[in-house]
């Protein structure tokens, strides 16, 4: 078992990989939703995308449960895990606004994936600044979607993730 409260005990250099993981998941996750043809008329593959990514967040937990119950570093592994499954959220829920709003009426403000990001993340974590919202059916049902994953997939996966790492 290791001693995941005081991990320098055995060499500073050896959290770098799992630290550069974390930023590299990020970072690759960020250039894909950038890079993805989200908003070329092909909505539909849009959708895909968006619905994938948010349809992989339970599998993937259960396997980062498993990664973080048998990791070096669990507290690591579950940070990484964390961040995946944000980012994961974000740019779902992200490119399924793109695609719901393919013809500016299902939300006001928003006019880049840029803007669907920010949404994704104000609503999130429930601040709602107001600035862009959703006025069509479509995207008010999307957004209640968001919502009630958002409580209970990371309220679960966090308190899966913690225990996992307290466990090992």
Known sequence: MTDDVTPFRTAPSQLVRPALRIVATAAFLTVLYSLLPLRDG?????????????????????????????????????????????????????????????????????????????????TLSTVGFGDINATGQAARLAVSIQILIDFTVLAVAVRLLVNAARQQ
Not at 42 to 67: D, E, F, K, M, Q
Not at 77 to 92: C, D, N, P, S
């Open 42 to 122: 092909r909505w539909w593959l849009t959708s895909l995308i968006g619905i994938g990514a948010i349809g992989a967040i339970a599998p993937l937990t259960i396997r980062r449960v498993r990664a973080v119950r048998t990791a070096q570093w669990p507290t690591l592994t579950a940070v990484e895990a964390l961040t995946q499954l944000f980012a994961m959220l974000v740019f779902g829920f992200g490119a399924l606004y793109l695609a719901i709003d393919r013809d500016g009426t299902q939300f006001s403000g928003m006019e880049t994936r840029v803007d669907a990001a920010y949404f994704t993340i104000t």
